[in-house]
């Protein structure tokens, strides 16, 4: 299943924890650690090597739920990190 709107799905997650907890998206999750995250998800790397700024209490609320969005598009994903590379 290909899903070139997984940012939107992405975006749906993240916005549905600023409007639980009111925390603005900037602090919730950044850039750089959404970036941590597509690449755990693509080469299967550990949790605990994620940025931990990503485990913590940010994982309950919104890190394990992300990393459930992304497997889902994980052939998409690997796509389009080759494309990147």
Do not use: C
């Amino acid at each position: 299943m290909n899903s070139p709107d997984i940012g939107e799905k992405v975006d749906a997650v993240i916005q549905a924890v600023v409007n639980e907890t009111t925390i603005p998206k900037e602090v919730l999750m950044r850039k750089k650690w959404l970036n941590a995250l597509y690449q755990h998800v693509v080469f299967h790397n550990d949790e605990q090597d994620l940025p931990a700024y990503l485990l913590g209490w940010r994982y309950d609320l919104l890190t394990k739920p992300l990393i459930d969005v992304l497997h889902a598009d994980e052939n998409y994903l690997s796509t389009q990190m080759k494309v990147m590379e």
